[in-house]
């Protein structure tokens, strides 16, 4: 340590090195608060509605129980904004509330192999410190597993050290079951925008027609977005990765830490599709590789031989019963239901899989007319990207989400649109995974991965042929209406001169028959075409994106 | 504890806490390794040499050494890519290079009020980790800090306890001084597309000129970017912050860490701009706070009453001799050197703070023709953003950038750019701060805050005003070109008249004559018009900032 010391006083730039320090996490999201999301007074407030909601729903869903959430938000008279949200959840048990809610980076999500909307084991956390910075308060929880009992407590969170400060515990009888958590914040403002809370609800209302939510505003006015289905998504369940999708290093990992005594049935028990037959055609491959040896003792070439040889074989897809789509039902309900669209389409796709082993969904409508489409200062339309991630709304970065690269992607005049900034028209997309790999911990954008692009490009541009043939069915329509008015015209003038020239018959017989004939001639030859044109639409729609 | 037990068992939900981890942030980093920057292959290696070379410039700069960067991208025949990096630093002491690179949340600049590149303590371990993950083999090192003594090791991280794990330590005598850093990494590929390494290193020239970066391609292909300054920028120093920019929360962590003894010279030795004229004001302010006492005594609502109060109170800005521009010379220089453009233009602007306290400034420049604009597909032109964060070029989430709003929030038409998309046109914006509110860990875009978009619009408003007086002269000398060739035919035409009408002198000589009557009067008449031009030009945009 002499010697050390000596070295860095004697040479210029190592006194740069007095100034290194370590620091915790929460100092590291204390300083960067942006990266949480906390950056604007509005944004602010739907990142901390976000946080508690996604919390709440995901809790929901996995205790296969009915959601029913409330949130107030109200305006305190020294300018700090209180909000409220209380959950009919399975509560938190006292021995992890403070972790869950008063620590970093800790949590029953991160881990798992499951869809979830949260799964950082950051945000709620991020919650209380973002309370306590802005107004020194502590956070208060009341938390009711369903037994009768009730905790409360108050917390904040101790930055250095990143480990909750509970206080004022109390536990008592009671019939509350779920979670209630009421927190002041400074620096966030409740306003009515498109990106601010009441949108940010309507939203998740729209992805979960499963939840009754309650929003009660800062003017005492009440919203109900109310159930519109019974239905709770199914719980979600924890999947086994697929051996196209783990790297050298996870493999190393698992296999340092499983209690399987043989490589041969680490693998099988560990992954996806990887039954002994597999197993035993991949030692083949690797002869080198002693399948009987244990775990433990696989070295990092070892494993890369593993894995290269993975690549090689024949796999079956992950499975993707894990996957809980909204369900292209529940989708035209909510589009038809909050934007009274004149159109609208829902694609329903096969699941596909990212990084070789991730299997995702994309789920997309297009809605036209009607309240579709994003209102503009001249009171016109423009194209809207509605984004969701595991039905969560994306109200911020879409700059940067790989959804909004996939509309922009599109050439909609190839699907009637002349110019989609200036078309009445919603995209809704919905990225389904049991990994979302976000931009940053704000959970706002999705990146742009190639096959995540372009399943999401191929999701769109299928219900963008729907509403092509729909608007070219309304232009025909039209066409048609025009044409028959003619023709009618003429068979008026025809029916005359028939029955002048014929000498018998009244005109208004002749034209009577006249115009049948043509009303049923005319409908066979329509339809006819339009069943023709249909095909041959797909047919050349495909063909160019295999050529793209 | 046995009750706690029973619960958890009792009951629906709490099962799910079962679940319940901890992890390291380089857990979270491993999994969410996009949000580092670690998405793409080609990004993925503009962020290895990004992360260490940013570490470069910036220990240059604090050591006052002219940069020189050596580095080599090499493709092995495993299908690994080898990247080396070496620089003439003042290296890194041997007790502190585990820490630097191998652990996350560690360094030198995190807490530090000052300008610099890096600012996080996560990006070196970041690269150490993603060359563990992807190729299980660990980082090499050579620091010397120009003593004479020459320090090496190989380092992994050890990710559950996000610690160095550090191997095959030696020292010796030799002359090196610097950093060698030589690292393998898998899933990455270098090319030269706008993503790319060279694009990124260009980039960094541009902005650097005083270091000559040296790069060696995987063909074997060396390019050098010149150092085309001998000026070293000046040394960053660390500032105070300003009472301005400090929030209750703050006031009470710093209060509480501090030496002073006393409230009111905690309070003065702590902030700039805090004269003891300017405590004894705001004493007055807060009655009810005693000055005198330990600042390790202060409650949140005693900090809260001065937070309010000091926004009450008239302040000097905050001292911005720590802000390092690239300066306006250089950027003309730099953008003359690669772009060849017909017009640049540079603005210099006086530094603003955003927060209340955080002093930046914000340095554009336009550069019009020649190679200006991005390439497009059809071998037009485009309007390009060329972005830096204290000189550190950001090639990535333009989408979410403050830079790219400002640019989108201009106006074009009204500076003679008819169409941003389609115009010959480059705008480089250099975004200067002792903080840089990054959008994620990645560093790629600035936080999209209404200080720093106005102020940014603004600077780049103030050059597209001297491109389009260049746009309207270049107009205007065609027209007055065109206005000139019609006069001198009448003066040919007329100067023969009148050589005939008068019956003397030969028709070229008063051709002459008329003819230098017309240039002189000519070149008067429009030199008017361009000054009144410019002057009008200038107000009416004023005007229209403030309406906005």
Not at 46 to 73: G, Q, R
Not at 161 to 189: D, H, W
Not at 296 to 311: C, F, G, Q, T
Not at 410 to 430: L, M, Q
Request: glycine residues 8%.
């Amino acid at each position: 340590m002499e010697d050390e010391k000596e070295i860095e006083n004697e040479v210029n730039g190592s006194e740069i090195f007095k100034e290194f320090r370590e620091y915790s996490v929460v100092e590291f999201f204390k300083k960067n608060r942006q990266m949480l999301g906390f950056a604007g007074k509005v944004r602010s407030l739907t990142t901390i509605v976000h946080e508690y909601t996604t919390n709440s729903l995901d809790a929901c869903e996995e205790a296969h129980i009915l959601p029913e959430m409330m949130i107030k938000v109200e305006d305190l008279p020294d300018g700090h904004v209180k909000v409220t949200i209380q959950d009919n959840g399975p509560g938190i048990p006292q021995s992890h509330l403070g972790k869950a809610m008063g620590m970093m980076l800790a949590g029953t999500k991160f881990h798992r192999y499951m869809q979830q909307r949260g799964q950082q084991g950051i945000g709620g956390a991020g919650c209380t410190l973002f309370s306590q910075i802005t107004t020194g308060k502590a956070t208060k929880m009341r938390s009711g597993l369903g037994d009768g009992k009730v905790y409360e407590c108050e917390m904040k969170i101790d930055v250095k050290n990143n480990q909750p400060l509970i206080t004022n515990q109390s536990e008592f009888m009671g019939n509350f079951r779920g979670l209630r958590v009421e927190a002041e914040f400074a620096e966030v403002k409740y306003d009515k925008s498109e990106h601010g809370v009441y949108e940010y609800l309507k939203r998740t209302a729209m992805a979960n027609p499963h939840a009754q939510i309650t929003l009660i505003e800062p003017t005492g006015e009440k919203h109900v977005f109310q159930r519109v289905s019974d239905k709770i998504p199914e719980k979600p369940t924890e999947i086994q990765p697929h051996p196209l999708g783990v790297t050298t290093g996870d493999l190393i990992d698992i296999a340092h830490r499983t209690d399987s005594r043989k490589l041969s049935s680490f693998l099988s028990n560990t992954f996806s599709r990887m039954s002994s037959a597999k197993v035993e055609e991949l030692a083949k491959l690797v002869p080198t590789v002693n399948f009987e040896k244990s775990p433990k003792d696989l070295k990092w070439p070892e494993a890369e031989a593993i894995v290269n040889s993975v690549k090689t074989l024949k796999w079956i897809a992950p499975p993707t019963d894990a996957l809980r789509p909204i369900g292209s039902d529940q989708i035209d309900k909510a589009l038809k239901n909050i934007l009274a669209p004149e159109f609208v389409s829902v694609s329903e796709r096969k699941p596909k899989v990212f990084r070789g082993g991730i299997p995702f969904m994309v789920e997309a409508a297009i809605a036209y007319g009607g309240n579709s489409g994003r209102a503009k200062a001249d009171e016109s339309k423009g194209g809207d990207i509605i984004r969701y991630a595991n039905r969560v709304p994306l109200m911020f970065d879409g700059g940067s989400c790989a959804i909004t690269e996939a509309v922009k992607n599109i050439d909609w005049k190839r699907y009637d649109i002349k110019d989609f900034d200036n078309a009445p028209v919603s995209v809704f997309t919905n990225f389904v995974s049991v990994h979302v790999p976000y931009t940053g911990t704000g959970k706002q954008a999705i990146t742009m991965e190639d096959e995540i692009v372009e399943e999401i490009r191929y999701a769109i541009m299928e219900v963008a042929r729907d509403l092509q043939v729909y608007l070219r069915g309304k232009v025909r329509e039209m066409d048609k209406e025009t044409k028959k008015k003619i023709i009618m015209r003429y068979v008026k003038e025809l029916s005359m001169d028939l029955a002048d020239l014929a000498g018998e018959g009244a005109p208004a017989d002749i034209e009577k028959k006249l115009a049948n004939l043509v009303e049923n001639k005319y409908e066979k030859i329509e339809g006819d075409a339009e069943e023709a044109g249909k095909v041959e639409g797909v047919k050349e729609d495909e063909e160019n994106e295999k050529e793209e």
